[in-house]
Nanobody, 121 residues
């Protein structure tokens, strides 16, 4: 599975962005998908994940209520809708695929290349 993330950019605090991650291959729907982010000088951290069907999702406490993960298996795409963005959301955002729904970075076997999100104050 190859993953291609897009949709990042520069936005003012309080603004919105929608990230997309398109997967190649016909097995996309068998994977749980996650979004992670990494800010300069910090560890990569979990943001959200969603199970294979899209019926269950989980969020980091820091983004609950502001960010929504969704997927469209017919389009091999997972989305991250980000609202009420804050400067501390600034990071490179990565999508990733795992065999099960998990927050553990090392269980994700496929990773996208990352897309930069910058939130100005």
């Amino acid at each position: 599975v190859q993953l291609q993330a897009s949709g990042g950019g520069l936005v003012q605090a309080g603004g919105s962005l929608r990230l997309s991650c398109v997967a190649s291959g016909r097995t996309f729907s068998s994977y749980a998908m996650g979004w992670f982010r990494q800010a300069p000088g910090k560890e990569r951290e979990f943001v959200a994940n969603i199970n294979w069907s899209g019926f269950r999702s989980y969020y980091a406490d820091s983004v609950k209520g502001r960010i929504t993960i969704s997927r469209d298996n017919a389009k091999n795409t997972v989305y991250l809708q980000m609202n009420s963005l804050k400067p501390e959301d600034t990071a490179v955002y990565y999508c990733a695929a795992a065999a099960r729904t998990t927050q553990a970075t090392d269980e994700y076997v496929y990773w996208g290349q990352g897309t930069q999100v910058t939130v100005s104050s």
